[in-house]
């Protein structure tokens, strides 16, 4: 904690402990301590606005001066937007929108050519697709750790998954396979990033097929976990080195990648193993019953390093593009393993050594902590307890556990602190539970408002937590806001996690969607790029073919329509006037000829559609037809200086 200068430590213990004692003030360095202005001042300053202590000491540990940075940054998904927020921590304050699945016109993104490259790699079914769910970041890993690299990101509703290059905060790479019919365990990463998860949720006949679930739901609906392969050199993902397991179609939910002692393994929770379809207007109950009618459901177990090794070795098989390592395959050759767990699981969380698997019960009051050691041993001995009706082996529960953990109502997720604790979140009672790893024993609990979701510790799902931070990300606001009519924010919940009694520090709606996960890196982790290289193109990371230096603007007609050269510098573009003929397919080759921090350009063109974004050094491609004569305004929209609005001209479309 950095104190503002002038003012010594024991003054402010002092005035937030409540003493306000007159006199009674330490003097520091040579600096003189507040007078009793400056507590009166506070204490009127309370009074006003009607804050007690404990609310002035969750400011002093939020608050962030003018030009301080964050300690930490949160990357939370941004739920139905589509998009990442980035968020800095304890300040809670917004730095960034990152546009993934979704248009996002601040940033050009879905505009230029490059970018909408980029969305096009999401089409599914031959279909755009502009909106996504999303719900799990993921940052990559080099040994467990967080780099400061990359960013993944799943969409659950049209499985996809988002690479972001945190050299500069922006979308790359978008995958996705017709393999599958959605998602909900991505984005996860195995601990040195060879591969990103991407679990199924819903199942489906594999690569988009039809296939009544009446009559074929066991035989034909499938899941599955994908294993993308990431090619770090090049910083995308590479699907031709990518491939998956077949999963039965038990409705897998979240997953997580084995870490130290069990690195290689990858863990699934699944929460029908009843086999449930709907069908509440065809004399079938609804999934909300059905599936949660048995007892156990399975975790799934993955040794993702031995089906690397036998797809390598040419034992899977294609299926819609993707190589796919049949149930028969897994199981006979020890790739694919269950478990069972209580009653419809949630969350599957690593702990930070590796060696346990913890499973929040959902509909069962328990955490469940496996061992993989044991599980390690049991498989090694070939001691199952039966096979599933798909021929994988199942494990004993008893002797795949080390203990279950009496949580209370709604266990979902769990993170991690440097304590040895675990923090795990109660939907139902609408708190964050405070355990012991060692002893199963819960020790403190914190009210969240309402109904917690996920939670985020700071780096709290590596193989060094830092503690100190957590983040409640709570479903229902409810009382927590002024009132914006029937649809309200999320709540995010910034804790206290530095003593032992946990408490709450901040609340920060959350208004663009749903978010589910988030990630909480350091800051001192991220080294992002302060400019693009002159005439770089962001996507490509290389000197665009099509680069515009200073003084080279001009007007080409070529066969595939008119080029027009042009750069961008405060306070205008050259060319300012852009001529064309009606029916002309226009292509604008726009460079921010700027190195100076922060001096981005915007270009706009009336009716056409078109906005972009340009950072100093950056190259843009804008591909329209002229279908339409007549006159365009064109300019700048970003306010980059005095003469921001004099940054401008016109398109003219001649008639035919
Ligand atoms: S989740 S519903 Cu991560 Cu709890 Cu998606
Ligand atoms: Cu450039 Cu405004």
Redesign the pocket.
């Known amino acids: 904690m950095h104190w503002p200068t002038g003012l010594s430590r024991s003054w402010i213990s002092l005035a937030i402990g409540g003493a306000f004692a007159v006199g009674a003030l330490a003097c520091s360095g040579g600096k003189s301590a507040p007078r009793g202005g400056a507590q009166s001042a506070l204490l009127e300053a309370m009074k006003a606005r009607k804050l007690s202590e404990a609310d002035v000491q969750a400011a002093l540990k939020t608050y962030t001066p003018t030009g301080r940075m964050d300690e930490y940054l949160t990357f939370a998904s941004g739920g139905h937007s589509g998009q990442v927020i980035v968020i800095g921590v304890p300040s809670m304050r917004i730095l960034k929108y990152i546009g993934v699945f979704t248009p996002e016109p601040w940033q050009g993104y879905g505009f230029d050519e490059q970018t909408k490259g980029v969305l096009a790699g999401g089409r599914r079914a031959g279909h755009d697709i502009t909106w996504a769910d999303t719900h799990h970041p993921a940052l990559s890993e080099t040994a467990g750790d967080y780099d400061g690299q990359y960013l993944f990101i799943g969409d659950k509703a049209n499985p996809r998954l988002a690479v972001i290059d945190l050299a500069d905060f922006t979308t790359k790479q978008i995958v996705t396979t017709e393999l599958i019919g959605s998602d909900h365990g991505a984005a996860f990463v195995t601990p040195n990033t060879d591969y990103i998860v991407e679990t199924t949720q819903y199942p489906v006949p594999f690569g988009g097929g039809y296939a009544d679930p009446a009559k074929e739901y066991k035989e034909k609906y499938r899941g599955a976990a994908v294993f993308w392969k990431f090619d770090r050199k090049k910083g995308r993902i590479d699907p031709a080195a990518s491939f998956a397991v077949e999963f039965p179609p038990y409705t897998q939910d979240l997953a997580d990648a084995g870490k130290l002692v069990s690195d290689g393994y990858a863990f699934f929770n699944s929460i029908n193993t009843e086999l449930a379809w709907g069908g509440n207007q065809e004399g079938q109950p609804s999934m909300e019953s059905s599936y949660s009618k048995s007892d156990m459901d399975y975790l799934h177990i993955v040794n993702w390093k031995k089906a690397e090794e036998l797809v390598a070795a040419g034992k899977a098989e294609t299926i819609a593009g993707m190589k796919v390592l049949r149930l028969e395959v897994s199981a006979a050759e020890g790739v694919l393993t269950f478990v069972p767990e209580p009653k419809s699981p949630h969350g599957v969380d690593v702990s930070p050594d590796g060696e346990d698997i913890v499973v929040g019960g959902k509909l069962d009051t328990h955490g469940t902590v496996y061992s993989i050691a044991k599980i390690k041993a049991l498989i090694a001995a070939g001691k199952f307890e039966s096979k599933d009706p798909y021929g994988v082996p199942v494990l004993p529960f008893k002797e795949a556990i080390r203990g279950q953990v009496e949580l209370g109502l709604g266990p979902l997720h769990t993170q991690f602190d440097n304590q040895g604790n675990a923090y795990t979140s109660l939907f139902l009672e609408t708190v964050v539970a405070k355990w012991s790893l060692k002893d199963l024993k819960v020790l403190d609990k914190l009210p969240t408002h309402y109904n917690i979701g996920h939670l985020v510790a700071a780096e709290g799902d590596t193989v060094s937590p830092d503690g100190g931070y957590l983040i409640a990300m709570n479903k229902w606001a409810l009382d927590r806001f002024n009132k914006v009519g029937p649809l309200l924010p999320q709540n995010f919940q910034l804790v206290d996690l530095s003593k032992p009694k946990m408490s709450l520090l901040y609340d920060m709606p959350i208004p663009l969607g749903e978010p589910h996960y988030a990630q909480m890196i350091k800051a001192d982790k991220l080294k992002p790029v302060d400019v693009y290289k002159p005439g770089e193109d962001p996507i490509t990371g290389e000197k665009s073919p099509e680069m515009v230096e200073a003084n080279k603007e001009r007007v080409e007609r070529k066969a595939d329509g008119v080029h027009v050269y042009m750069t961008?510098?405060?306070?205008?573009?050259t060319p300012d006037i852009i001529r064309v003929k009606e029916g002309d397919t226009v292509k604008l080759h726009i460079d921010n000829i700027e190195q100076a921090y922060d001096?981005?350009?915007?270009?706009a063109i009336n009716s056409y559609n078109i906005n972009i974004s340009i950072e100093p050094g950056e190259h843009s491609d804008v591909t329209f037809v002229a279908d339409k004569a007549g006159v365009f305004p064109m300019?700048?929209?970003?306010?980059?200086?005095a003469?921001?609005?004099e940054?401008a001209g016109y398109l003219l479309v001649e008639p035919k």
């Open positions: 961008a510098v405060r306070s205008h573009f001096a981005t350009h915007g270009f300019y700048c929209t970003e306010f980059c200086s003469l921001h609005l940054m």
